[in-house]
């Protein structure tokens, strides 16, 4: 089966509207272009500014760049966890060997030293795991005393299994792409075919499955499980939508969950499940999860039509190369709605391209696109400041690096 990173399409329904839409389905509540378009995406770039910064009154965490009370230690969030980080990587690199060669070889393509990304998502988790790790019996102090060894330890094979399934969804991913890079080096389709690339992912997704079976937690097992589900959902809704769906922001959102934002979400509530917390903290930690998944991807979109292959580390304006059409274009749709004929027609005319990204940078779409990827990493923050108040550095510590992230991942260029 194929899975994707997946995301897109959008005239916006309110964001009250996406809220009401997000309450009601969420699980636990039952390169080829013209010259033009270097040019008009340097000028959408140059319209934004710097100044899209954010913050929520009356709130105890305010996030902004002048004053935070959160982040003023300048606390970087993945040297916090960096000792784990390499202890998961290496476990990483021996859970994925393979009696085959070829299939070992390929499996462990995006584990090696110098390519295993940015390790996002390990980081959250882990951050997580001692974000909530409180009222534990018998504290372990040799990290901090927020768990005891095993705990911590199962919490571990989540962050293993989070990144196994991800894996697999970007060589899945690339297939359905045919793309030729992925983290700044060549993808492994190209390197090794098509048919060798789906294999590995469907080894990496077995290795996860063995990995979640070991953690004997029917609870987890279906989180988890379920989020394989959304990622073929996603990915079939991408592949299968009508011209209505491609341009409804709830068909949207609801697509971007599914393949972007429920393998974070699921995951952290699976570390809030396995420390025992209650009902109420799982879903705040499903939450923070959501609703950062979301910004990350809505910035993804920006950063298509905005950054450069170099800094992405795959080839920029490709989602509008193979006809996805994401926020910042639904946006603009939104102020001219003559170009919805242009998205009708499809992008294989590059001449198409051109048209819809001048009509990009005419319009407020990648400001929009931004400004709702801020109203998402604000309510990821506001879920960390819901958790039980703790008076453990640890906790607090980690809590900050939590708040710290949703900044970040508005903030980055890459």
Known sequence: MLFSRGFRRIPRTSFNGISRWFISHQPGYS????????????????????????????????????????????????????????????????????????????????????????????????LMATALNVNVPDPSKALGDTSTPELRTRQQSVAEITEMIHVASLLHDDVLDDAETRRGV????????????????????????????????????????????????GETMQMTCTSEQRCSMEYYMQKTYYKTASLISNSCKSVAVIAGQTTEVAMLAFEYGKNLGLAYQLIDDVLDFTGTSASLGKGSLSDIRHGIVTAPLLYAMEEFPQLRAVVEQGFDNPTNVDIALDYLGKSRGIQKARELAIKHANLAAEAIESLPESDDEDVKRSRRALVDLTQRVITRTK
Not at 38 to 50: N, Y
Not at 203 to 223: G, P, Y
């Open 186 to 233: 060549g993808s492994l389709n190209c390197i090794m075919g098509n048919k060798v690339s789906v294999l590995a992912g469907d080894f990496l997704l077995s290795r996860a499955c063995v990995a979640l079976a070991a953690l004997k937690n029917t609870e987890v097992v279906a989180l988890l499980a379920t989020v394989l589900e959304q990622l073929v959902t």
């Open 31 to 126: 390169q080829t272009t013209t010259h033009c378009s270097r040019d008009l995406t340097q000028k959408i770039f140059d319209g934004l500014g710097e100044s899209h910064y954010w913050g929520f009154s009356g709130s105890r965490y305010r996030i902004h760049h002048q004053s935070s009370s959160l982040v003023e230690d300048q606390l970087d969030p993945f040297s916090l966890v960096a000792d784990e980080l390499s202890l998961v990587a290496n476990r990483l690199r021996d859970m994925v060997v393979a009696e085959v060669p070829k299939l070992a070889s390929a499996a462990e393509y995006f584990f090696k030293m110098g390519v295993e990304g940015k390790r996002f998502r390990p980081t959250v988790l882990l």
